[in-house]
């Protein structure tokens, strides 16, 4: 099952044009978009991981921080785990993550590239993360309408299978 990364053509333009503005309007704006048109793959994701007998499970994706992020934060929000928890789990990433950002941005300032103009690409950030919350509550009523309604999560389903 697989979520598209939509931006890596134009992160890779924008970074061409040192233009880092639209840089992180277009990531702000891909969290926005992954929750609206990319509901099915994760009401798919979450009904495999409710349902299935193949365990342990992993989900992932390029980065491991996007897509893998969100589906994380759905199924610990679905699992009832505090949402200070989750965003000091989430906001984490960047720790985790800091060696391979710089190896990364090396790589591309040695390709002649402001690397730094990719950090947004490989950090968890705030701003992304509540523009997809803010869609999420304007659009849907919520986090947990989402997750019961839009996306049809059965959470007594995956509480009796993880929790109990």
Do not use: W
Not at 43 to 56: E, F, K, S, V, W
Not at 78 to 107: F, H, P, R
């Amino acid at each position: 099952m697989t979520i598209p990364d939509a931006v890596r053509d134009q992160a890779t333009e924008f970074l061409k044009q040192n233009d880092l503005i639209s840089l992180e309007s277009l990531l702000i704006d891909e969290y926005r978009r992954m929750v609206t048109e990319h509901r099915k793959e994760f009401a798919d994701l979450l009904n495999l991981i409710a349902n299935t007998n193949d365990l342990p499970l992993v989900f992932h994706c390029a980065a491991g921080k996007d897509r893998t992020g969100l589906a994380a934060i759905f199924l610990l929000t679905a699992l009832g785990v505090s949402m200070d928890l989750i965003l000091e789990n989430y906001y984490s990433t960047n720790g985790y993550n800091a060696g391979y950002a710089e190896k990364m941005i090396g790589k591309i300032k040695e390709s002649g590239y402001n690397g730094e103009l990719m950090r947004p690409m490989l950090e968890v950030r705030k701003d992304y993360l509540d523009a997809a919350l803010h869609e999420i509550e304007h659009r849907y009523g919520g986090l947990s309408k989402y997750l019961t309604e839009t996306l049809n999560v059965d959470i007594v389903k995956l509480k009796n299978r993880y929790l109990i």
